[in-house]
């Protein structure tokens, strides 16, 4: 099996930084796309930001310019920089792999991590 395991959420005032951190463990063999979505309670998860093994990166228009993703394939780890936090960035951050190939299964999976809440308060 394939754990995601998320740190680096926590509480920040308007406009500081947080960096989320998010590993991938377990009998992985390639991982094409990794990213971070976010939820707040009564709406849908949406799309913060994604990265693919070949570098290529997406985000959603409300934080471009604002967060970075980054990404160590040998390590299987994918990393948010979150910078000039708002309040309506508060939610819970949830890591996502894509089209995981596990060694010696020939079908591709996704995963998602546990979730780790920001909240951006002062």
């Known amino acids: 099996q394939v754990q995601l395991v998320e740190s680096g959420g926590g509480l920040v005032q308007p406009g500081g930084s947080l960096r989320l951190s998010c590993a991938a463990s377990?009998?992985?063999?390639?991982?094409?796309?990794m990213g971070w979505y976010r939820q707040v309670p009564g709406k849908q998860r949406e799309l913060v930001a994604t990265?693919?093994?070949?570098?290529?990166?997406n985000y959603a228009d409300s934080v471009k310019g604002r967060f970075t993703i980054s990404r160590d394939n040998a390590k299987n780890t994918v990393y948010l920089q979150m910078n000039s936090l708002k309040p309506e960035d508060t939610a819970v951050y949830y890591c996502?792999?894509?089209?995981?190939?596990?060694?010696?299964?020939?079908?591709?999976?996704?995963?998602w991590g546990q979730g780790t809440q920001v909240t951006v308060s002062s």
């Open positions: 990265i693919t093994s070949d570098s290529s990166t």
């Open positions: 377990g009998s992985i063999f390639s991982i094409y796309a």
């Open positions: 996502n792999a894509d089209r995981v190939r596990r060694l010696g299964v020939p079908y591709e999976y996704k995963y």
